[in-house]
């Protein structure tokens, strides 16, 4: 079906998005016509009738917003609602293919660029062993180079697209869009992102960190996904996602969430922070590797860890499985203090089968308070590695629909609307 009403998250802060591009004149208008365009998304209204109702406007008000936006193809009429007598009113959907946004998951080693309509479904991606250590320059061509081959791939002109997300592994000060000090993305720090793409596109960038949006991206495509929710991501390295009441929470300085870097006791592994007996220096893909490796078994990098317990390497399985007991000790904290409904394992390691799971169970359950316990869920990713690009399409789709921006989306010349 090509139309489909999504569900809708609230998991941005509209007002903080920083958005370029975006006009002000209208607002009043545009905020009001955003309000429309959030009712029928969501399903709540489909009829001009009930999006009276709904929102108190007149009838005239209405049919002449919902003019607005069929005549840029955000809404298009789906079908008739069934006839109470006299003319059927029709069901209004919102239509996933009145543009598209480009999506970027850059990786420490590895990234993923797609394009997606506005429904979030991925119409075409690449993937490539890519070390966000070569500098901005060179990685940020290549995701130019990228969206332009995906968009010819596609048909798609450059003025179809209305937005842009773009995931970093590292911290991101996110209403600038730019990483702030990342610790292993030299030559990134204060580098402008947004920019390189605000200019050639025209529309809202987002940048955020690779796990918030993997965090996101979960979150995003399950229409059950509790409020408060922690997306945890096990590869290289260790890092989370924290969405609390349906809003992820970044922090003060965007660092919220980074529990690779939580001392466990009593261990004195060396981390490359520079501090000693962090989660991540003994349990991180990275830690598991150079830890076999010392025991004589070949391991380089997480997936050499991962293909190792896909043999049936035991020691491999039982350094995994330990890992995920010394995790479990970080997250008992984490759901005593935040209380989530549910934990996401993704990363890596994740693909390692049950044990990694197996063993953050044990000791989450065995160390956080009965009641906080009761119901969680600890589950692997349902996204496994495309968790990252979904998560930064949707980023980028609820900011081109916000109230805020869809005012700039009606301003574009008709023709360049789909
Ligand atoms: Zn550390």
């Keep these: 079906m090509a139309y489909v009403v999504d569900k809708r998250t609230s998991c941005w802060s509209h007002d903080t998005m920083g958005v370029a591009g975006s006009g002000h004149r209208g607002e009043h208008a545009a905020g009001s016509v955003g309000q429309l365009l959030d ?4 399903g709540e ?3 001009r009738a009930a999006l009276a109702s709904s929102t108190g406007m007149a009838r005239s008000t209405i049919a002449h917003r919902i003019d607005q936006l069929t005549e840029r193809g955000l809404v298009v009429e789906i079908g008739d609602a069934p006839s109470t007598g006299g003319r059927p009113a029709s069901i209004l959907g919102f239509n996933v293919n009145a543009g598209v946004v480009l999506a970027a998951d850059l990786g420490a080693t590895h990234s993923r660029i797609g394009i997606a309509d506005l ?29 332009v081959r995906l968009l010819a791939d596609t048909g798609t002109l450059a003025s179809h697209v209305l937005g842009i997300g773009i995931g970093v592994p590292g911290p991101v000060e996110f209403a600038a869009g730019r990483a702030v000090d990342p610790p292993i993305m030299p030559g990134w720090d204060q580098y402008d992102i947004r920019s390189r793409f605000v200019d050639a596109y025209r529309c809202p960038v987002l940048v955020d960190n690779d796990v918030n949006i993997m965090a996101l991206g979960e979150h995003w495509i399950d229409p059950e996904a509790p409020d408060d929710f922690v997306f945890l991501k096990v590869g290289t390295g260790i890092g989370s996602g924290i969405i609390l009441g ?14 690779g870097h939580v001392q466990i006791a009593g261990d004195q592994s060396i981390c490359r922070c520079g501090n000693v007996g962090c989660l991540e220096a003994s349990a991180s893909g990275r830690a598991l590797a150079i830890h076999l490796a010392e025991r004589g078994i070949e391991a380089e990098t997480s997936r050499d860890v991962v293909d190792l317990v896909r043999a049936g390497n035991q020691q491999a399985v039982r350094s995994v499985r330990e890992a995920g007991r010394l995790i479990g000790r970080v997250l008992a904290t984490v759901v005593n203090m935040l209380n989530p409904a549910v934990i996401v394992i993704g990363g890596d390691l994740a693909d390692a089968g049950e044990h990694l799971l197996a063993g953050i169970r044990e000791v989450v359950y065995q160390r956080s308070t009965a009641l906080s316990t009761s119901d969680l869920q600890i589950r692997n990713s349902v996204l496994g590695d495309r968790a990252g690009i979904t998560g930064a399409a949707a980023m980028a789709i609820e900011q081109v629909v916000a109230p805020s921006n869809i005012g700039s989306v009606l301003e574009r010349e008709p023709e360049l609307i789909r």
Excluded: M, N
């Excluded at 009712?39 to 969501?42: A, E, P, T």
């Excluded at 991925?122 to 130019?144: C, F, M, N, Q, Y």
């Excluded at 929470?249 to 660092?255: E, L, P, S």
């Design 39 to 42: 009712l029928i998304r969501s």
């Design 45 to 47: 209204a489909t009829t």
């Design 119 to 147: 429904g979030g479904s991925i119409l075409a991606e690449t993937r490539k062993d890519i070390s966000i250590a070569e500098g901005p320059d060179a990685v940020l061509t290549w995701v130019e180079d990228t969206f």
């Design 246 to 259: 349906g809003t992820l929470h970044r922090g003060a300085k965007g660092t919220a969430g980074d529990i």
